[in-house]
């Protein structure tokens, strides 16, 4: 089996993380759950795998300083990318600096934002993964749906692909993040399962899926991966992403490509999406509160506190989440978290003057 690298992108501004999560340090980069950053947590839980140099972060240029903060890797292993083009460009940038280091190369695509306490079965599927990858197989991680979440994308499968242990099976189709009564049928029929944005292929293999769907951009890759190592890889880079259209893989790839697999993950699997993820992952009182700092609380109920400093008194209140960070406090109705990228937009306008919507 080829040697396998991790691909973890870094990428994202964390909005629904505000106001912990700032445009400076968004969510991949901060203490969220536990003592380490979820990009830390994600590169350590890898290294049984891929050791540190066998690791590859993909960041935008903005957030160099607090990558070499984060994860104490060379040089080699950080891509800047000068400005954000979605997921597509970013892995196929990846891979083509991968192309360029080791032609033999298998790929582990993982976002740094996501929560998987469960590293043992993490790996049994990347393993289960990387062999079904060196069949020519583009591989994703389907997630068993826990309920019918309209937040998600789903994959729709088909034939078993493993006789037994962890199960793997073709892919029939992706769908779109569906409304609440498709959801409910997705789930009820058993078929389905959450896309987690994770993958494993081989480089050439992907090479060849983006010399199919993205012609002009393969080129580009191309022409960056016999610049690598050389003085003209910066300019090449560079033009590389301002000539990139911004499109995810799962668009570009993954929708129109027909040897796609998916193993069902056996881990644990949060994508960290908002405020809620909390109340999954941390402790609850009898009613259901979630507190993180010092609160004082009367007759609360179903709410999520979090402060870095000071006190937060709270009465008479139910299902909000409270967050107290540096200067800024943020209260919202749980119905309502994902209106908050609007909110953190009319902030940013007000310079802190104040506004309403």
């Known amino acids: 089996m080829s040697e396998l690298y991790a691909v973890i992108m870094c990428g994202g501004k964390g909005e629904r993380?505000?106001?912990?999560?700032?445009?400076?340090?968004?969510?991949?980069?901060?203490?969220?759950?536990?003592?380490?950053?979820?990009?830390?947590?994600?590169?350590?839980?890898?290294?049984?795998?891929?050791?540190?140099?066998?690791?590859?972060?993909?960041?935008?240029?903005?957030?160099?300083?607090?990558?070499?903060?984060?994860?104490?890797?060379?040089?080699?292993?950080?891509?800047?990318?000068p400005v954000g083009r979605n997921t597509a460009p970013a892995i196929g940038v990846a891979a083509a600096y991968l192309a360029a280091r080791d032609t033999d190369a298998s790929m582990v695509v993982l976002p740094a934002d996501h929560l998987i306490t469960k590293h043992a079965k993490l790996l049994a599927c990347v393993r289960l993964a990387a062999k079904l990858a060196q069949q020519g197989l583009l591989v994703t991680f389907g997630i068993p749906p826990s309920r019918p979440d309209t937040g998600y994308g789903y994959i729709k499968v088909g034939d078993r692909l493993t006789s037994k242990g962890i199960q793997a099976f073709r892919v029939l189709g992706f769908r779109e993040k569906p409304d609440p009564r498709t959801?409910?049928?997705?789930?009820?029929?058993?078929?389905?399962?959450?896309?987690?944005?994770?993958?494993?292929?081989?480089?050439?293999?992907?090479?060849?899926?983006?010399?199919?769907?993205?012609?002009?951009?393969?080129?580009?890759?191309?022409?960056?991966?016999?610049?690598v190592g050389t003085k003209s890889e910066k300019r090449v880079l560079n033009k590389v992403y301002r000539d990139a259209p911004s499109i995810s893989v799962d668009y570009a790839i993954m929708e129109k490509a027909g040897n796609i697999a998916a193993v069902r993950a056996t881990f644990?699997?949060?994508?960290?999406?908002?405020?809620?993820?909390?109340?999954?992952?941390?402790?609850?009182?009898?009613?259901?509160?979630?507190?993180?700092?010092?609160?004082?609380?009367?007759?609360?109920?179903?709410?999520?506190?979090?402060?870095d400093s000071g006190l937060l008194a709270v009465l008479g209140c139910r299902d909000l989440v409270i967050v107290r960070s540096g200067e800024a406090v943020l209260v919202a109705h749980k119905d309502r978290l994902d209106d908050i990228k609007a909110l953190v937009k009319l902030v940013g306008e007000s310079r802190h003057g104040g506004g309403y919507l």
């Not at 445009?23 to 540190?52: A, H, N, W």
């Open 268 to 307: 644990d699997w949060d994508d960290v999406g908002s405020w809620l993820a909390l109340a999954r992952h941390m402790k609850q009182d009898k009613v259901g509160n979630v507190v993180r700092g010092t609160c004082v609380g009367k007759d609360m109920r179903g709410c999520i506190v979090d402060a």
């Open 183 to 227: 959801a409910r049928r997705y789930v009820k029929a058993g078929s389905y399962l959450w896309n987690s944005g994770m993958f494993v292929w081989r480089v050439d293999v992907i090479f060849s899926a983006f010399e199919r769907y993205m012609p002009e951009f393969h080129s580009s890759l191309l022409r960056l991966r016999d610049a």
């Open 17 to 81: 993380f505000w106001p912990k999560s700032r445009r400076t340090s968004p969510k991949q980069f901060i203490r969220l759950f536990g003592d380490r950053s979820l990009t830390r947590q994600t590169s350590d839980r890898m290294l049984k795998l891929c050791p540190v140099e066998r690791q590859v972060f993909i960041a935008p240029a903005e957030y160099e300083r607090v990558m070499r903060e984060q994860v104490k890797t060379r040089k080699a292993n950080l891509i800047l990318e």
